[in-house]
């Protein structure tokens, strides 16, 4: 079946063919590893799982690489401010390699409580500083990139067009001295590639132009083009990337190698808190640690992100998270009821369900229509194993373990959810006569326990 995806390169729904018939190349701008995840980034991550399950689903393969920005991401996109990394190992008093690798951790375990695939391919920024010095000198040796005192820049002026993904409007960014803060660039919007240090800089290395660090766009070039080629597939990020980190990504491959790096670009739109944007100083930036807190199986997340389209913005509300909670309980108890049912049903019925899902995730991932689906199957009057099997499959994109028996209902009052993880806790030390005495003192609450292969169910 055909697949279309919509394409920031040229603001159309386009019919995708891989460059290679059987495997998909894919490039994800990953973690800025300096602060937590919060779930507005993860909302990304999610999206950018579905399109590596949509492609396993249609029969690719999948070499997707994600890197993890550990240097030269500057407080400000217009190469000012002070490194990201920098800042926060300055505030947190630790060093930039601890904040890294704490962050990198706490980074990894929110993708797999989401039930996110690890990418191929993950590559750091830090891993990569010799393969990035070649890049900016073989720019400079294309006449791309020009040094000051300061700072390798590329030279916009030097490509037949800029900007070719985002609507920037080059006069706008000219009137705003923001990106002009060097007086020695040919032209304000030209970008840093390679930044000289200063004398009390944490982070440099050494390089033709002394110590120094990599500008931001620069690691993505060339780690994309290292594990992917020159050309690959599909390149994706969050919306706020269009204008400056992946417009500047292509202008340093151009620069190169004469190429625009991936010939689909696909961004993800922002996560709103209650219709508004998520910032520290509302008080309103949440993480995955504050979902799980509140009782909610994380997945509960990744099932309301499909409450809209990838390329729409989704408003968070703990209502809707609830709604969700119960949602997702319906579904996977809609399973176990068609895997017990013993209906007959025509395969003719299973194919036409299944065409219609695989459409609608073939449309440019569209899952709130995919979603449609399947509630239809799950609500099927007639309960057979083979809508279950179907729901098995079409879960092989979800992600939402749908098959996991439903173990605690979310709307239990607090107390009752203490209690469950400590039983939980018994049972893992083998202390069997607490896990009885608790099961009893849920029993004399009017909750039901029953003990299942998958886990605990508590009614
Ligand atoms: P940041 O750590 O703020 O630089 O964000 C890292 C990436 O996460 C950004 O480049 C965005 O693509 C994405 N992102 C940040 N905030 C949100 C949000 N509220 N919703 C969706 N994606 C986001
Ligand atoms: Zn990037």
């Not at 999206?47 to 500057?74: E, P, S």
């Not at 299973?350 to 799950?378: R, T």
Request: hydrophobic letters at 35%; aromatic letters at 10%; charged letters at 30%.
């Amino acid at each position: 079946m055909d697949i279309y995806f919509y394409n920031t390169l040229t603001r159309k729904k386009e019919l995708f063919k891989p460059i290679d018939s059987k495997e998909v190349k894919i490039y994800s701008c990953g973690p800025t590893v300096y602060k937590d995840a919060t779930i507005g980034n993860l909302r990304t991550n999610i999206f950018q799982d579905i399109l590596r399950r949509v492609l396993k689903y249609n029969g690719y393969n999948i070499k997707h690489a994600m890197n993890i920005t550990d240097v030269g991401h500057l407080v400000s996109d217009g190469d000012e401010g002070e490194d990201k990394m920098l800042k926060s190992a300055r505030e947190e008093k630790k060093s930039p390699m601890e904040i890294a690798e704490h962050y990198t951790k706490l980074f990894f375990k929110d993708l797999e409580s989401l039930n996110i695939e690890t990418p191929e391919i993950i590559c750091k920024a830090t891993d990569h500083i010799n393969e990035m010095i070649e890049y900016v000198k073989k720019l400079i040796e294309n006449g791309y990139a020009y040094e000051t005192s300061t700072a390798i820049y590329f030279d916009v002026s030097k490509l037949d067009k800029y900007p070719i993904l985002s609507n920037l409007n080059l006069e706008d960014q000219k009137a705003g001295a923001r990106v002009n803060i060097d007086e020695e660039k040919r032209n304000p919007y030209d970008f840093a590639l390679w930044i000289k240090a200063p004398e009390n800089h944490l982070m440099k290395w050494d390089s033709p132009w002394g110590k120094s660090y990599p500008g931001w766009h620069i690691e993505c070039s060339t780690m994309g083009q290292k594990y992917l080629g020159e050309q690959f597939d599909i390149h994706t990020g969050g919306i706020d990337l269009i204008p400056t980190h992946h417009e500047n990504e292509i202008a340093q491959s151009k620069g190169k190698c004469g190429k625009i790096p991936a010939r689909f670009w696909l961004h993800g739109e922002y996560l709103l808190i209650n219709g508004g944007k998520m910032s520290k100083s509302l008080g309103n930036v949440y993480l995955m640690k504050d979902i799980i807190e509140k009782g909610y199986d994380p997945l509960v997340y990744r099932l309301f992100s499909y409450s809209s389209h990838y390329r729409n913005k989704l408003n968070f509300t703990w209502e809707g998270i609830n709604a969700t909670a119960k949602s997702l309980e319906r579904l996977r108890n809609g399973y176990q009821t068609h895997l017990q049912g013993t209906d007959d049903v025509e395969d003719k019925i299973i194919n036409e369900f299944e065409s219609k899902f695989h459409q609608a995730i073939n449309d440019d991932l569209n899952m709130p229509l995919a979603v449609g689906v399947v509630w239809d199957v799950v609500r099927q009057e007639k309960k057979s194993p083979k809508f279950a099997k179907l729901l098995e499959k079409f879960d092989t994109v979800l992600g939402i373990k749908i098959q996991q028996k439903v173990s605690i209902k979310q709307d239990l009052p607090q107390e009752v959810l203490d209690l469950i993880e400590q039983r939980k806790q018994a049972r893992e030390q083998k202390d069997w006569a607490k896990s009885d005495e608790i099961r009893n003192l849920l029993e004399s609450m009017g909750y039901e326990v029953k003990d299942t292969k998958d886990g605990m169910e508590v009614k």
